[in-house]
């Protein structure tokens, strides 16, 4: 599986991005999928995660409330809106696949990761 992130950018506090991570192959639909995210100096943080069939759900503390993971399996794409952004949401935001059954917040639990998109998010 290769992943593609994308939507990255810059944003004013309070505002949104939208990001997008494009998977190749034809099993996308068996993998759970997820969105971490490293700030510089600082470990990579589990951000969200989206099951096979979207079954599954879960936010970090950190986002819930503001972000929402989504995916279309018939265009090999999952998604994550970012809303109400912070200024300590700037990070690269990554894209993972785990072929887990619910949501992993642990990064060794991903098998397949994309490249990381940055978004800054100015004050």
């Known amino acids: 599986v290769q992943l593609q992130a994308s939507g990255g950018g810059s944003a004013q506090a309070g505002g949104s991005l939208s990001l997008s991570c494009a998977a190749s192959g034809r099993t996308f639909s068996s993998y759970l999928m997820g969105w971490f995210r490293q700030a510089p100096g600082t470990e990579r943080e589990f951000v969200a995660g989206i099951s096979g069939s979207s079954s599954f759900i879960a936010y970090a503390d950190s986002v819930k409330g503001r972000f929402t993971i989504s995916r279309d399996n018939a265009k090999n794409t999952v998604y994550l809106k970012a809303d109400s952004l912070k200024p300590e949401d700037t990070a690269v935001y990554y894209c993972?696949?785990?072929?887990?059954?619910?949501?992993?917040?642990?990064?060794?639990?991903?098998?397949?990761w994309g490249q990381g998109t940055l978004v800054t998010v100015s004050s």
């Open positions: 993972a696949a785990s072929r887990a059954v619910i949501p992993q917040t642990q990064g060794r639990m991903y098998d397949y």
